[in-house]
């Protein structure tokens, strides 16, 4: 066999005679352009990637008692995507605990909400709520786990929030802790909660 061009793969045409493809560049990969065509290197598709992740951890308590959301004190997430045509993949967990009242939370961007519930009447829209009813067995934490894919269609820094807000004015709603948060029992905890960002490829 002739000598040849390192990195040049032999091949055959549609008349099946042989040629040469390559070299490619470091990264391309080797593609099939289809019957009768020979293969071509070609970049690597980059849709679907993880492009980067930020995440933000809250250890300490939070509470309000406001019916006008607020966004929780250290549970945001500020990311700047590298491409208009990103998509941002937002996850909260978060610990919520009420004095027997109804909890509101709402997943923001900047001051936008985002995932609420559609208009219907007077009901109240938003992301999700704890109900916990009015017995002491039941005012404990709960964890509200909540996942959505944005697009911000931009490549400015921008900042993804908590809010949360009391069903009604003057009642207490905290974030990791329970209500009661008695000393010394087996009952009343200390929870965490996190909001992670990811970027993901186009």
């Not at 990637?49 to 997430?77: C, E, H, P, R, W």
């Not at 009420?98 to 509101?104: N, P, R």
């Amino acid at each position: 066999m002739a000598g040849g061009t390192d990195g040049q793969i032999i091949t055959y045409d549609a008349s099946g005679n042989p040629v040469t493809v390559g070299p490619g560049t470091d990264g391309q990969v080797l593609t099939s352009t289809g019957a009768g065509s020979p293969p071509a290197f070609e970049t690597a598709a980059g849709g679907g990637k993880v492009l980067q992740v930020i995440q933000s951890v809250k250890t300490d308590t939070y509470s309000m008692t406001s019916a006008t959301y607020a966004n929780v004190t250290g549970l945001s997430a500020t990311i700047t995507p590298s491409a208009t045509s990103s998509k941002i993949l937002i996850f909260i967990n978060i610990s919520m605990g009420s004095t027997s009242y109804t909890g509101l939370l709402k997943v923001r961007k900047g001051s936008t909400d985002l995932l609420v519930g559609d208009s219907a009447g007077s009901r109240l829209t938003t992301t999700a709520v704890i109900s916990p009813g009015d017995t002491d067995a039941v005012r404990r934490n709960e964890m509200i786990p909540v996942t959505y894919l944005d697009s911000p269609s931009t490549t400015s820094a921008t900042t993804y929030n908590a809010s949360i807000a009391a069903r009604d004015a003057g009642q207490t709603i905290y974030v990791n802790r329970s209500s009661n948060d008695n000393n010394g029992t087996a009952f009343d905890f200390r929870t965490t909660s996190t909001i992670t960002v990811m970027e993901i490829g186009a």
